[in-house]
């Protein structure tokens, strides 16, 4: 609660830019990504950091509502987010990294059309995709 608050007060101190990447009255990282990143790069890294993480929640929903064989890398992706939200640093939370990552590729249209297109090729029929209309194999 002690380096949250701190982290928000250094935040407030220097708004566009941010101050440094431990809180002061701590020396420690606040234990929270969004307030970290504002903390130490203020509005320049964090207005990114928030449009990211709106891709990522983005893509968490398309993983989970429309794509059956990759819902547990949504929930994967999903859990990774609410513990960095908690425990985790910008730096030290490799594994949210890798997690968004790997849910922002997984829920693009390009990889939806090609595991669309190799089971078509694979079993021979039609290549049904929901936004690119039914082609022949």
Known sequence: QQAIAGALRQFGE????????LERS???YPHNLLVESLMATGLLGGVPL???LCFVA???VVLIRD????????????MQLVASM?????????????????TLSAASRRSFRLVHRRRA????????SPH???HRA
Not at 14 to 21: D, H, K, P, R, V
Not at 67 to 78: E, H, K, Q, V, Y
Not at 87 to 100: E, I, K, P, R
């Open 121 to 128: 090729r694979d079993i021979g029929g039609a290549d049904i």
């Open 26 to 28: 701590t020396s420690d």
């Open 86 to 102: 908690t425990s985790g640093s910008l730096f030290l939370s490799d594994t949210f990294w890798t997690m968004s990552v790997a």
């Open 58 to 60: 983005r893509s968490v």
């Open 50 to 52: 928030v449009v990211f």
């Open 14 to 21: 220097s708004t566009l830019f941010g101050s440094a990447l």
């Open 67 to 78: 794509r059956p064989g990759a819902r547990w890398l949504g929930m994967l992706c999903m």
């Open 132 to 134: 690119y209309g039914v």
